[in-house]
């Protein structure tokens, strides 16, 4: 089946929005998300093109979307165990041979507590060059790399290897998209002050009038 890039890409179940937010915190009267929940959300780093065009195509996002938004990777690093399945007990032939020796050197086994950076050519700088990885097979993750090997999506990583402006432009668009994914107000929901952990009650205070305000400000409009 041909599936255009302006075409919403859902073809399979979607996870409900009510398994979002499932739980709750008594003391603060938040709800947070289940651990279930959030895996359920959250495609892995095995995930290849197409389950990432089924999952995000769910929440509405289209294939240059969802090649915009791996661009996150062109800064940051990762722990081994996130793309050791990709090198033992045996390699993926679609990674470069080079790069997969260095990341033996750097992961030596399966189970490897080390880390190592996602965008080999600029892991530091906020760039387009995560995308000549993936034309040059040297992407972390399959979730990475197979945007590159799917043909539903190669044209879209060449068109951002190449133009800069154009992912930068494309970026922001598919963030702003996201952050208006199910927006949580309130005591529905909080800004983290650490991205990986939930917020104390300490900051929970001050982030939490952040956005109200906001949303306040938005509805005077
Ligand atoms: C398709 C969905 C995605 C998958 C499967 C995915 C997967 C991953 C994985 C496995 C890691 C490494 C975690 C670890 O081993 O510690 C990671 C790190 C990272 N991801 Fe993603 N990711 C996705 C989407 C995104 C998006 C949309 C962004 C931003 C727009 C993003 C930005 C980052 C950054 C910056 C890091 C590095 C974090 C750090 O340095 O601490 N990712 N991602």
Redesign the pocket.
Known sequence: MYLSRTTPLVFGPCVGEDDCILGACASRGLSFATRNATLANL???T?NTTR?LIDLGCKNFYATDVVA??G??T?????CT?STSRLYPIQDPTMDKTFANNLKGTCPTANSTNNTV?DIRSPNLFDNRYYVDLMNRQGL?T?NQDLYTDRRTRDIVTGFAVNQSLFFEKFVFA?IKMCQLSVLTGTQGEIRANCSARNTNNNNNYLGSVVDEGFEAVSQL
Do not use: D, E, Q, Y
């Open positions: 495609p892995p780093p995930a990432l938004l791996s996150g990777h800064i940051g690093i990762s722990h996130s996602v993750f979730s963030m």
